[in-house]
Nanobody, 121 residues
Framework: QVQLVESGGGLVQAGGSLRLSCAAS????????MGWYRQAPGKQRELVAT???????NYADSLKGRFTISRDNAKNTVYLQMNSLKPEDTAVYYC???????????????WGQGTQVTVSS
């Protein structure tokens, strides 16, 4: 079994920063892309950023310059550094990863349980 566990969410004032972490664990053979998505109340889940195993990144256009995604392949962990936070960044942030689990030839998508980020004005 494979699981993703996020941490680092919380309450922050506008203009502040937070760093989210997501660690993958379990019967992992290899991890391809990892990423972050978010879902605000009453809205659809949307892409925040993704990163390949080689370190290539992709961001939602509206978040470029404020958010930075990175990963530590040795720790099976992906990070999201969020700066200059705005009230509209308030959402549940979900970690996502494409993983080959041991014992299966299939590349599967896994999700974390989500971590709440609330930005007060």
């Amino acid at each position: 079994q494979v699981q993703l566990v996020e941490s680092g969410g919380g309450l922050v004032q506008a203009g502040g920063s937070l760093r989210l972490s997501c660690a993958a664990s379990g019967s992992i053979f290899s991890i391809n892309d990892m990423g972050w998505y978010r879902q605000a109340p009453g809205k659809q889940r949307e892409l925040v950023a993704t990163i390949t195993s080689g370190g290539s990144t992709n961001y939602a256009d509206s978040l470029k310059g404020r958010f930075t995604i990175s990963r530590d392949n040795a720790k099976n962990t992906v990070y999201l550094q969020m700066n200059s936070l705005k009230p509209e960044d308030t959402a549940v942030y979900y970690c996502n990863a494409l993983i080959f689990a041991i014992g299966t030839p299939l590349l599967r998508q896994y999700w974390g349980q989500g971590t709440q980020v609330t930005v007060s004005s």
